[in-house]
């Protein structure tokens, strides 16, 4: 039975994902989410407007994974020690805060406040998620005992995202991306923190 081997389906083309992400960017940036449209992305993208279907059934769902490519995407280092644990994290928060993604995340972040929807997929799946990474860095650091147990991770890791975002905003880029002003801001926060904890009676 010649005839009975099945045809198998195209294999994925993984490329396609990320030319269709970087298109969708590129739409959000230009038109915003109110004038963000999917076929205008296949074009950017020069993929077959089914092929997005095929993997993001809806348009609001291609919008958040487009904005959520322009976060952190943190994960938890768990090195063991606060200093490592910043300086891992610390190149993706300070490249979230740099041009152009910050522009297009705070034209579409406000923007965003339209859609009730997206606005709260993106603030669960994106912000949310990065600032508990951030916060169980503080928390494991209070932990082992780095920090003053009485430290509140919530707080600690609002303050070192508003350094950097502060320096972002009222220095320039630059202190914030380069290395060595990394390790500062890093050095800073872990003395900062670690000069909190004092011994009572």
Known sequence: MGSATHLRGRRRDPSIDARVLQAAVEELAERGIAGFATNSVATRAGVDKRGIYARWPDRDRLVLDALGSLTAGLTVPATGELRSDLLAIV?????????????????????????????????RDSIDRCMAVV??????????????????????GEAFIGILLTRANFIGQAAISEPGQQRAIVEFVVRAVGSSKTERS
């Open 91 to 123: 190149p993706a928060v300070a490249a979230v805060f740099t041009s152009p993604r910050i522009d297009i995340l705070q034209r579409c972040v406000q923007e965003a406040q339209e859609y009730p929807a997206i606005y709260a997929a993106f603030r």
């Open 135 to 156: 916060e169980d860095v503080f928390r494991s650091a209070a932990g082992r005992g780095e920090i003053d147990g009485e430290l509140d991770p919530v707080l600690a």
